[in-house]
Every structure is written in C-alpha cells, then in structure tokens.
Nanobody, 125 residues
Framework: QVQLVESGGGLVQGGGSLRLSCAASGRTFSDYAMGWFRQAPGKEREFVAAINWSGSTTRYAESVKGRFTISRDSAGKTLFLQMTSLKPDDTAVYYC??????????????????WGQGTQVTVSS
C-alpha cells in the first residue's frame, strides 16, 4: 500500500523559512518521479516543484523559482521542500505526490497517482 505523509508545515512570518518533508512507503520511491503541489482556499491545486526519478532534474513554478528547493534523500524514502523568503501568497495546504516510475519531472496533477494528506503552511504578513 502506497503511503505519503507530509510534515513540517506551520505558521511563519513573511520572509521566513520552512522545510517540508514527505515520508514515502509502499513502493521503491527512488524509482519514481515526485512532486509538490499546493492548494489555497477557493483555488485549484497548483504545481509547485517536481523532481525526476534519479534526482538529476528539477522543475519549479515561476512563483517559487529561486525561493524553493525540492530534493530527495538517496534512499528515496523522503522528499523535501525547502522554502525560503516566504510570502503570504504561499499560504496553502501543501501536498506531496508520486509520479511515473523512472519518470521525468512532471507538472500536471494528472501525472501523479499517489498523494499525501497535506500539511498546512500559513505565512503572516
């Protein structure tokens, strides 16, 4: 059974930093592309960052480029999202997701077949 569990969310002041983690189990996640998405109240879920199966390629939404960094541990069991220079517009529930096996870094929600339950990130002004 595939399971993704996010952690690390919370309340932070604008300009601050947070590091999200996603613990993965139930498949050999080192073989799978992974991603982070977020959903703010009243808005659709949107792409944030993605990494290919080997960790050699990453992609970012324009709104977070230069501020967020996606990475994965060598064992492939944990996905990270380092967030810096946070803004109130970054407030959302953040989800990690698992994509295709041996896949490239993807940006569409339909490319991912397993999702975590999400972790709330709130950035105050």
């Amino acid at each position: 059974q595939v399971q993704l569990v996010e952690s690390g969310g919370g309340l932070v002041q604008g300009g601050g930093s947070l590091r999200l983690s996603c613990a993965a189990s139930g498949r050999t996640f080192s073989d799978y592309a992974m991603g982070w998405f977020r959903q703010a109240p009243g808005k659709e879920r949107e792409f944030v960052a993605a990494i290919n199966w080997s960790g050699s390629t990453t992609r970012y939404a324009e709104s977070v480029k230069g501020r967020f960094t996606i990475s994965r541990d060598s064992a492939g069991k944990t996905l990270f999202l380092q967030m810096t220079s946070l803004k109130p517009d970054d407030t959302a529930v953040y989800y990690c997701a698992s994509g295709p096996r041996f896949g490239t870094a993807r940006t569409e929600t339909t490319d991912f077949d397993s999702w975590g339950q999400g972790t709330q990130v709130t950035v105050s002004s």
